[in-house]
């Protein structure tokens, strides 16, 4: 880990538009021309580095942010897609086949969980979901025909920190795939130098961080790319959830201040995650020394970008959790939102939102209550201020009893 600073990987590349631009030109095309047959045919058989075929298999501008991104990530390259889940599915998909077998963490993203639950059996692939908090359990689940350990760096949304050298540890001795979903904590954490084989993100939150497109990503060596990207066997290239150039382009110009921005949404996100915690309501923030994984998480991340942005706060029903979240927005502190990574404060309602594809039964043992209220924190420039609009909020709606009432 040492030297190594995902933002200073990014700030290092240097890219020339097609008329000396400082920004690189957009590749708005397609499909690309051959002066040669002979090229075209090496091309498609992956045999021309530099060439062009298809922008459903590669395209400039997305070589850019490929660029980018395995620079941040230390990986060899990367991928980007049309999405998150369009980066996790083929990467799955690329890794087993029918009769394989996936050792999952059991909080991950509804999605991702609907998709190892319900859609992969269709094809013949099994998940077993498990605490991956505890690699005695990790390892015990582990069968001949296990090819896959998934989990997310900071769980969605349970805020669980998986431990990611220990992990990679089990996956090597069983020969296995590490396969981390690293959207809460870009640049914080680089699963990669900590041992993971494979990085994703969806680039809809922090990366982009503007809540105006979906996007993702893999990150991964040389040889799990280009079969990605394989014309008669790669699970992205047939798939086809390909990113669009123009947006790849700005997803780029994008990427450039996340360091800034993931320093104020982890400074804003540990302010109100200690008032709150001190307050007396139930927060689960990494930063917090009560936080069960806090010690293990401040030995994994770079900490100059802290412990990220997301907190929940159990507010004890579903009813107080809607009414206040209603409130909060009525007060312009944030929107009532699923996604994170805004430059304003998003909070929504897991249990009966991103995380709804879980069973209710499940949800229950994996300890998602009804009343968890969780938060993107925004990059507000006065948080103190924030902070007392949100309490006042709390306090009109009984969360929080004032003060007053606390000191007698
Ligand atoms: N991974 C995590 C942790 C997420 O929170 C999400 C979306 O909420 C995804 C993956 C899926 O990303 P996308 O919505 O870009 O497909």
């Known amino acids: 880990?040492?030297?190594?600073?995902?933002?200073?990987?990014?700030?290092?590349?240097?890219?020339?538009?097609?008329?000396?631009?400082?920004?690189?030109?957009?590749?708005?095309?397609?499909?690309?021309?051959?002066?040669?047959?002979?090229?075209m045919f090496d091309t498609f058989e992956g045999n021309m580095e530099g060439c062009y075929l298809y922008s459903r298999h590669s395209s400039?501008?997305?070589?850019?942010?490929?660029?980018?991104?395995?620079?941040?990530?230390?990986?060899?390259?990367?991928?980007?897609?049309?999405?998150?889940?369009?980066?996790?599915?083929p990467t799955l998909l690329q890794l087993c086949?029918?009769?394989?077998?996936?050792?999952?963490?059991?909080?991950?993203?509804?999605?991702?969980?609907?998709?190892?639950?319900?859609?992969?059996?269709?094809?013949?692939?099994?998940t077993t979901f498990v605490d991956i908090t505890k690699l005695d359990v990790v390892e015990a689940a582990i069968t001949p025909e296990t090819r896959v350990l998934y989990c997310e760096t900071v769980s969605n949304p349970l805020l669980e920190v998986a431990d990611i050298a220990g992990l990679a540890k089990i996956a090597k001795k069983h020969n296995l795939k590490l396969v981390v979903d690293?959207?809460?904590?870009?640049?914080?954490?680089?699963?990669?130098?900590?041992?993971?084989?494979?990085?994703?993100?969806?680039?809809?939150k922090y990366i982009n961080g503007s809540s105006d497109t979906v996007g993702g990503v893999t990150c991964a060596s040389q040889e799990f790319i280009d079969s990605l990207k394989n014309v008669n066997s790669g699970a992205s290239m047939l798939l086809g959830p390909t990113m669009d150039s123009l947006r790849s382009?700005?997803?780029?110009?994008?990427?450039?201040?996340?360091?800034?921005?993931?320093k104020q949404h982890s400074y804003n996100a540990m302010y109100l995650a200690e008032r709150f915690e001190k307050d007396g309501l139930k927060t689960v923030y990494p930063g917090l020394k009560s936080h069960p994984s806090h010690e293990l998480y401040a030995t994994?991340?770079?900490?100059?970008?802290?412990?990220?942005?997301?907190?929940?706060?159990?507010?004890?029903?579903?009813?107080?959790?809607?009414e206040l979240m209603e409130l909060m927005q009525a007060k312009n502190l944030g929107y009532l939102a699923v996604s994170l990574g805004f430059y304003k404060t998003l909070f929504s309602a897991p249990g009966t939102s991103t995380s709804s594809e879980i069973p209710m039964e499940e949800q229950i043992e994996m300890g998602l209550t009804d009343g968890l209220i969780r938060f993107s924190i925004g990059l507000d420039n006065d948080i103190e201020r924030t902070y007392q609009m949100m309490k006042k909020c709390m306090m009109e709606l009984n969360v929080l009893i004032s003060e007053s009432v606390l000191m007698e």
């Open 1 to 39: 880990m040492k030297n190594f600073n995902p933002a200073d990987n990014i700030q290092d590349l240097q890219y020339f538009g097609e008329f000396g631009g400082v920004n690189p030109s957009i590749s708005d095309s397609s499909t690309y021309t051959f002066l040669s047959a002979k090229t």
């Open 60 to 89: 400039p501008s997305n070589l850019y942010l490929d660029k980018a991104l395995a620079a941040m990530e230390g990986t060899e390259t990367a991928n980007v897609s049309a999405s998150g889940m369009g980066a996790i599915t």
């Open 97 to 126: 086949g029918s009769g394989d077998h996936i050792v999952s963490s059991r909080t991950i993203y509804g999605g991702t969980y609907a998709f190892l639950k319900n859609f992969t059996p269709r094809l013949g692939i099994k």
């Open 182 to 204: 690293n959207t809460f904590s870009p640049l914080s954490v680089s699963p990669a130098k900590l041992g993971a084989d494979i990085v994703i993100h969806s680039l809809t």
């Open 249 to 262: 382009a700005s997803v780029m110009k994008n990427l450039r201040t996340l360091h800034i921005r993931m």
């Open 300 to 322: 994994m991340i770079n900490p100059e970008y802290g412990f990220g942005g997301m907190m929940t706060l159990d507010v004890g029903t579903l009813a107080k959790a809607n």
